[in-house]
């Protein structure tokens, strides 16, 4: 059995999830979901600590696919966001879409697409990691 924290990728894209996987390195257990569907299967089968969820799935084909946000929606009705928070990876940088997510997803953080090379994602996973219902052990 892995020590390392297990973090959801819903990215459809698997380029995307490449990018994702090496800012992070091999510090995390990272689990690539490309679908609504594939997500739903490893929450029920896996305990994650942060899900890394894509908003459109179909970004440059077809901006209806709302899955990311329907991911979301599913995980905040439920218990598991005591546990877990959230970090949108989204091309869309100001967009009404993003404050829905946050506002009412609860959304911890967002990765941005277009700026992802300059963007402390390790940092930004590390926070959101340690602001989950039971945070990071530190020991004083």
């Known amino acids: 059995m892995?020590?390392?924290?297990?973090?959801?990728?819903?990215?459809?894209?698997?380029e995307w999830f490449g990018f994702v996987k090496e800012?992070?390195?091999d510090e995390y257990d990272l689990v690539h979901a490309e679908s609504l569907e594939e997500a739903?299967?490893?929450?029920?089968?896996?305990?994650f600590r942060l899900a890394i969820v894509d908003l459109n799935l179909k970004d440059l084909i077809d901006d209806s696919d709302r899955s990311g946000f329907v991911l979301i929606d599913e995980l905040s009705s439920q218990e598991i966001l005591r546990d877990m928070s959230i970090l949108v990876l989204?091309?869309?940088?100001?967009s009404e879409e993003l404050r829905t997510?946050?506002?009412e997803f609860h959304?911890?953080?967002?990765?941005?697409?277009?700026k992802w090379r300059e963007m402390p994602i390790k940092d930004?996973?590390?926070?959101?990691?340690a602001a989950s219902y039971g945070g990071v052990d530190e020991t004083d």
């Open 2 to 14: 892995s020590d390392k924290i297990s973090i959801l990728v819903l990215e459809d894209d698997p």
């Open 23 to 25: 800012r992070l390195g």
């Open 40 to 47: 739903r299967q490893w929450v029920e089968a896996k305990n």
């Open 90 to 94: 989204s091309r869309y940088d100001t």
């Open 101 to 103: 997510a946050f506002k």
């Open 107 to 114: 959304v911890h953080d967002f990765i941005s697409k277009r």
């Open 124 to 129: 930004l996973v590390d926070e959101a990691i």
